[in-house]
Each structure stands twice: as C-alpha cells, then as structure tokens.
C-alpha cells in the first residue's frame, strides 16, 4: 500500500495543536509505519513544499497575505485539507481584536508599529479556502486527531456528530455544575469532544472546543438570557465568554455585541 | 563593495521564523534572527476583561508552556491582592509546573535537539536507528501526557489554575496510578541526561562571556519567586523593566532586550543552572559532576546539559509529589478584586517569564505588559551565533552559506526558541 502523504503548517497560534499533532502522528508506530511525514517545519528540517500530499493538517488563525497564499497552495496540492483546533476552525482567541481597527490594536504593543506585518482581521481557515474537516479544540484531542488518522489511513471517512459537550457528562455520570450548583457552563451550546474536562474538575465549561455547528446567533442570545434570568451570569458576561472561543463562528453577530457594550 | 544576503527557515523550533546572513565581501558580516510569525496581540485582547479570566487568556499564548502563563498571572494577583493560597494547593499547581517543565524538555531534548547532537536532520531517523532510544523516548513523553491530564486535566491548556490555587485535588487513587511509572520516569531521566553528558562531547568547548539571568529561590530550584538574580545581585520582580531595555527592529515582530547598560543577557535552563546548581538534588549534581559538569556553564551549547539535568531534577521531585500526594477539599473562592498594579514572574521552560497588569477601578485589567523569555534571548541568538562561527573560523563568505546557516540554526536551537510566544 502506497503511503500516505502528510504535510503540517502552523498558522496564527499558540502551537498547542501541533503537540497533539506529533502525538497523532507518532502514538501508533503500526499507523506511523502507514505514513510518509514530507512538511512538518516544526519537527523536520525540510523547507520548503514541494508534491502532492494526502492530508495536510492545518493549524492557527490567518492575518496576512503571505498565510493566505500559503493555505491556497496548500489547497491546491491537497487531497484532503484539515483544519486543526478552534484556531483555525473559528479564529481562537486571538481573534478578539477582529473588527478593532488593526493600527490602533498594534499600537498597544509596539513602539514601532507600522513595522508589524499584519494587515487587517483574523480569519479561520474555513472562511479562506474549503476544507474537507475541521476539527476544533483548545488545544485539539490528539486521540480525536488519531482516530481520524486511522480512518482516513484504512480509506474510511470521519463521521461527524454534532451534540453538545452536555452529552459527555451525561456519559459520564457528572452532576451538572450549571443546574446544580449555579456555576456559569458553556457546556449547552458546546461542541462535545473534551471528554468533559473542566465539569470534571469541578468548574464550568470554558466553550475551548467552540460553538456547536449547528447553533445560530439566535440561539446564543436566548441562552445567554436564560443565564441572566437564572441569577447565574449577566447576559454581557456570558456573550463576552462565548465569544472568545468561537468569534469567527458568528463573526457578524459578535461584533455587534461588542459594539454595543462600547470598548 | 558587494553586500549578499541569505535567508533560510529555522526548523526544528516552535514557530515561525528565519536566519538571515549578511555577507560582506569576503565574510560574514551578521547574523539576524527574523521572527516573522504574526502577533496575536494577546495583551491588547486582556484589556477590558477580568483579573480572574486572564490565566486561561494567557494560557493561549503558547500551547507548550501554558502553565507557565497561567502560574505568573495568578501569582502577580494573588500576591499584589493578598490571596492566600493553600499550602496543598499550591504544591499542587507546583507539580502541574513542574510536570510542563519536563514535557517541555522532553519535546526539545529528544524532537528537536538531539538530531543535531547526533548529526542527523530530524529525531525520525535518530528512533529509526535506535529503537530503544524511541522506546524511552515514547514512554517517558507518555508519562508526562499522563500526569499533566490527572493533575491538570489535559496535556496543555490544563484546566486546573485560577486564582487562589486550583480548581479540584484529584483523587489520590489517580494520582498514585503515576507512581508505579514514577520510577522508570526517574531511570529514564537517569539515562537519557547521561546519553546527553556523554555525546555532549561531540559539541563544541570553547569559553563564552556570558550574562546570565534567572530567578533565585533558597531552598528549591527555582520556578516561581519574586526575586531576580542578575551580576551577583538580587532585585525584586517589580524592578524587571527598570532592569532592561526594550528595543524593536524592522525584521522582527518580537520584541527584543538588553539590560538598561546595554549588556546582552541570557535567560533559561543555562542561567538557572549556572545559580541554581546548588538547589539541585545530591543525586543529580552526583550525576553531573561524575561527568565533569559544575557550574558556571560557559558555553551556549552547554544549554543541553542544563536541561537534561532539570529532566532528571524534576522527574525526582515530581515523583516525590506522587509519592507524598494527600488531596484536601477544595473550598470556594471569592476574589475581591482590588485595583493596582500587579508584578509575577517564573522560570518557564525557557526562562524568566515576566507579567505585569494594571487593574483599574472597574475590576477590569487596564494595561498588560508580557515579557517572554524567548524574546529576552533573541540578541544572544544573534551575538552568539557569530561568536559560534568565529570560534569555528566559520566565517568565510558567500560560497560556505549552508554551512554557516546549519551552525547559526544549532545555536538558535540552544536557546529552544519559542516563537509564538515572542509574538503573543
């Protein structure tokens, strides 16, 4: 069986996903043994893209040219392209500065900053070129990522459920800390995928793995008042949490939230 | 006079970035290190939000030491607002440190580094060769894994830091499941610092003029403390930025820094090596000093030695944890948010990581200031990349650049570069 052929470029991030990249890539020697690493700069000292590739895992957030050309060649050389983590999938947390008027945000944190190379908003890959997967996180399930490995390897295609990180502690038998004990959880209008974590140790869902696929700006709103009605958070609170994960999802909707609130 | 340029990607580091050689007409005139990763602006995104959210904010800033993030910021809260934190609390969080200490270390020593100690381009072929080295290698980064997703929940961005100590203590069952493991971490630590020590010899032993900055702690080796020890003397973490200079140059989107004199300093495992030795264990300065290693370490390239040495200090103390791990209940906190101006630093893995908020009237942070280690050694980078070449008489022009370019990028690597960070 022919290789397959794998590429990995790191974008706009904190490179997390890329840990759990490696993990995917190296925790199954018999699947290892499968693949053919040819474009890995963090890991490999091979410069430059060169081929055709079989999957090419992108990770991190796009805010310049030179990331938007990079990702459209790496479309074009790409059967299947994959975006990595809530970065790439919905923007991440850098993110929050989308919208700010990007001079003004540089001049925050440079003395200098019309040297900094960053022209305008922050995009997820999904808004710049198609992808075949996105698989969110922050950071990204490297067992998540290895599943999907193993099924693309063996011809198979990943399966995607959308269901909310509530189901998981269902599954696991976890007291709900939203209903029980009044603690602020994003856990309802999650993606499932974590395992849980954070109800786990006690605490709310922080909405790390981004907004369920199927969930509108409508429902946001209804489910930030319900909180507020609850006594549980204000409603501008729960907004401003939502969004730092997921702002890139719901990018026209989010702005305006901001806006409204004035900063 | 005719000026060449030459630029190539650094590989094998995290991020972004580029070495660029500038030729003269028969030498190589300088080495710049480019960081052209783009910003993510992370201290501007703080602003406006909550003293209690911004561990998890700045956790985001680098996916290999998140915790190192989350352990300042809480710590530049808790000690400006008088928060205490509970002793069993916080050996907790200090095992969660230390635990990302080693992962760390496990990720440059054995994927990034070793290849270049061993002549090869990447740590695939170094295991193709030396499967039993592939094996250690694998079970002790599977260790690491492990403890970092009982203590902390996951393998980065762990969910376990807030302010005033942690969220939950996990059971001790859980905890003891790292303990039978716990032993063989230590042997393999053991192994893998010796396999170090020996083949460090391959590198080169030329003496370096070197400036070093870390904190000091009198008992531990340091990883959180208030005191920074710089030329054998000692200043509060408050004094950081009366301490450097700060400079921005057109081909880099870090920033980068001296000390205020001028003096290119070196922060890292080298620096907390170098005046911290005698915090580390018996065992491991036994370990070193059979192989011939005290300090000052006086070469760059001696930045290995330190870190497989704190490899095996902190699988020691990490299994100590385990060892003695008695978890108590976690009680509720209230944070009672004061406004002012609020200092943290700790030894990341890549040294003094530096925080600095200012809190306004509303509760809400009003103006961050992050300094990054990577950012701190980005001069020594450059200075002791030509320093490198010298020393090899590697100097010589156009016709050598590939050459010249893989020592400059073996330098860059001593200091585990930590791009996205420089960047936040």
């Known amino acids: ?263 | 006079m005719s000026v060449t340029t030459y630029e190539t990607r650094l590989t094998r580091v995290e991020g972004e970035g580029l070495v660029k050689l500038i030729f003269g007409e028969r030498n190589i005139e300088r080495v710049e290190v480019h960081i052209v990763e783009a910003p993510r602006f992370v201290e501007y995104i703080m602003r406006g939000r909550k003293p209690t959210e911004i561990p998890e904010i700045a956790s985001r800033i680098c996916g290999i030491c998140s915790v190192s993030y989350q352990v300042a910021a809480a710590t530049a809260f808790e000690r400006g607002m008088n928060i205490e934190v509970p002793y069993e609390e916080e050996s907790l969080r200090n095992a969660i440190f230390i635990s990302e200490h080693i992962k760390s270390n496990i990720l440059h020593v054995l994927y990034l580094q070793l290849p270049d100690i061993l002549g090869v381009s990447s740590s695939l072929e170094v295991f193709k060769k030396n499967p039993d080295l592939h094996k250690m290698a694998m079970d002790f980064f599977m260790w690491s894994r492990k403890a970092m997703k009982i203590l902390g929940g996951r393998y980065h961005n762990i969910v376990n830091i807030r302010i005033g100590g942690v969220y939950k203590m996990p059971e001790r069952s859980d905890v003891m499941s790292l303990s039978v493991e716990a032993e063989k971490a230590i042997t393999n630590a053991r192994k893998l610092a010796e396999f170090v020590f020996e083949n460090v010899e391959k590198l080169p032993k030329y003496k370096q003029d070197m400036k070093t900055m870390a904190l000091c702690d009198s008992i531990n080796y340091p990883i959180v403390s208030r005191e920074i020890c710089f030329d054998g003397r000692k200043f509060d973490v408050s004094g950081f930025e009366e301490e450097i200079k700060e400079e921005q140059v057109p081909y880099s989107n870090s920033l980068r820094y001296k000390t205020k004199l001028g003096e290119i300093y070196v922060v890292g495992p080298i620096s907390r090596f170098s005046t911290s030795f005698f915090n580390l264990s018996e065992e491991v300065r036994r370990a070193l000093r059979s192989f011939g290693y005290a300090p000052p370490l006086r070469n760059i390239h001696c930045s290995v030695v330190a870190r497989a040495a704190e490899l095996y200090e902190f699988s020691l103390r990490l299994a100590d944890f385990i060892d003695s791990y008695r978890p108590v209940q976690v009680e509720a906190k209230e944070v009672q948010i004061a406004p002012g101006i609020y200092w943290g630093a700790v030894e990341a893995p890549r040294g003094i990581l530096y925080h600095r908020y200012k809190v306004n009237e509303k509760g809400v942070v009003e103006e961050a200031n992050i300094i990054p280690p990577t950012s701190q050694n980005l001069i020594a980078m450059e200075d002791f990349s030509m320093q490198h070449l010298s020393n090899l008489g590697l100097l010589g022009g156009e016709n050598m650049k590939d050459e010249i370019a893989r020592e400059v990028e073996k330098v860059i690597r001593q200091f585990d570069p930590c791009i996205s960070c420089s960047v936040h």
């Open chain 1, 1 to 263: 069986m022919n290789k397959l052929r794998i590429g990995v470029e790191k974008l706009t991030s904190c490179s997390g996903c890329i840990n759990e990249i490696i993990y995917a890539l190296l925790a199954d020697p018999k699947l290892t043994e499968s693949l053919e690493i040819a474009y890995f700069p963090e890991l490999l000292d091979k410069k430059s893209l060169e081929g055709q590739f079989d999957i090419f895992f992108v990770e991190g957030s796009i805010v310049n040219k030179d990331q938007i050309e990079t990702v459209e060649d790496i479309r074009e050389r790409s059967r299947l392209v994959i975006a990595v983590g809530t970065c790439s999938t919905y923007g991440g947390i850098q993110s929050l500065r989308d919208k700010k008027g990007v001079e003004e945000v540089k001049k925050h944190v440079y003395p200098k900053p019309e040297l900094i190379d960053v022209e305008g908003d922050v995009y997820s890959l999904q808004e710049v070129i198609k992808t075949d997967l996105a698989i969110p996180g922050c950071p990204v399930d490297g067992n998540l990522l290895l599943r999907v490995l193993r099924k693309i390897a063996i011809g198979s295609k990943d399966i995607s459920i959308t269901e909310s990180l509530c189901a998981e502690c269902k599954r696991k038998g976890l007291e709900c800390v939203l209903v029980k004990k009044k603690i602020p959880c994003l856990g309802p209008i999650t993606a499932a995928g974590c395992g849980a974590i954070c109800p786990s140790f006690g605490r709310g869902c922080i909405g790390c793995f981004g907004l369920r696929k199927d969930i509108s700006s409508k429902e946001i709103e209804n489910f930030a008042n319900r909180l507020e009605e609850a006594g549980i958070m204000k409603k501008s609170d729960v907004l401003s949490f939502v969004m730092r994960f997921s702002y890139a999802k719901e990018k026209g909707y989010f702005e305006k939230i901001v806006e409204e609130r004035g900063r």
